[in-house]
C-alpha cells in the first residue's frame, strides 16, 4: 500500500508525512530534489531555457521513480510525480514553442502514468496552517497567490480522469497537525483492510 502525499510548498507535507507514517507504523520515504539539484549544479533561480528545464524536471521524474520502485511493501512520500507536473504546468505560458509543447505534453502522461502506477492513494494537502518563514534551512519562499495557484492545479490534476488511484483532500478547515496525520493514518488503515472492496479512482470524503 503506497500512499503519496501532494500539495503546493509550505503546506507542511514532509512532516506530516513522517508522522502519519510513524502512526501507521510504515516506513516514511522522503524526496530530496533539492540534493538532486545541488548534485547536477543546478540553479532553477535563475533563467533557463524551457527545454533545458524539461530535461532537468525529467531527470528529476526518473530519479523519484527509480527510488519509489526500490520500495517493498506499505510506504508513504511525501511528493508524487503530479507535484512535479504541477510545478511544470504553473510556469507554461501561451507562446511556448511547439517543440516546449509537445515536452511538456509527453511529460504530462509519463507523470500520471507512473503516478497509477506507484501509488494506491493520493492525499492533497491543502494551504491552511500558518506559514512562518525559516530562515535557518533552504525552504522555498512564501508567494501565498503562488501556492494557491498550484493548490488549484493539483487539485484539477487528482481529479482528472487519467489519474486512477483512489484519493482524499484534506481539507482548509482541518489545522490541526494531529488530526491531519490521525486522517492520513486511518485510510491507510481502510485501505490495507479493504484493498479488493474499493474500485480504483475511489474518493473518499
Known amino acids: 500500500m503506497a500512499i503519496g502525499l501532494i500539495g503546493a510548498h509550505r503546506v507542511g507535507k514532509t512532516t506530516l508525512a513522517a508522522a502519519a507514517a510513524e502512526k501507521s507504523n510504515i516506513p516514511f520515504i522522503p524526496t530530496n530534489l533539492s540534493a538532486i539539484l545541488r548534485r547536477e549544479k543546478i540553479d532553477l533561480s535563475k533563467p533557463i531555457d524551457i527545454m533545458r528545464k524539461m530535461e532537468i524536471q525529467q531527470m528529476l521524474l526518473d530519479e523519484t521513480v527509480e ?56 492525499v492533497l494537502v491543502q494551504p491552511g496552517i500558518e506559514i512562518k518563514q525559516d530562515i535557518k534551512k533552504e525552504t522555498a519562499p512564501i508567494n501565498q497567490a503562488y501556492i494557491e495557484t498550484l493548490n488549484y492545479i493539483m487539485t484539477g490534476l487528482i481529479y482528472n480522469e487519467s489519474c486512477t488511484p483512489k484519493k482524499f483532500i484534506i481539507q482548509r478547515d482541518c489545522i ?17 483492510n479493504s484493498k479488493n472492496y474499493y474500485p480504483e479512482g475511489t474518493v473518499f470524503h
Open 176 to 192: 490541526d497537525f494531529d488530526k491531519r496525520a490521525e486522517i492520513i493514518a486511518h485510510f491507510l488503515s481502510i485501505l490495507d
Open 67 to 122: 527510488l519509489f520502485k526500490t520500495q517493498q511493501g506499505s510506504y508513504i512520500t511525501d511528493r508524487t510525480p503530479l507535484d512535479m507536473l504541477a510545478y511544470v504546468l504553473a510556469e507554461i505560458g501561451p507562446h511556448a514553442s511547439l517543440e516546449a509543447s509537445e515536452s511538456i505534453l509527453k511529460y504530462s502522461k509519463d507523470c500520471f502514468t507512473h503516478t497509477n502506477q506507484l501509488f494506491d492513494l493520493i
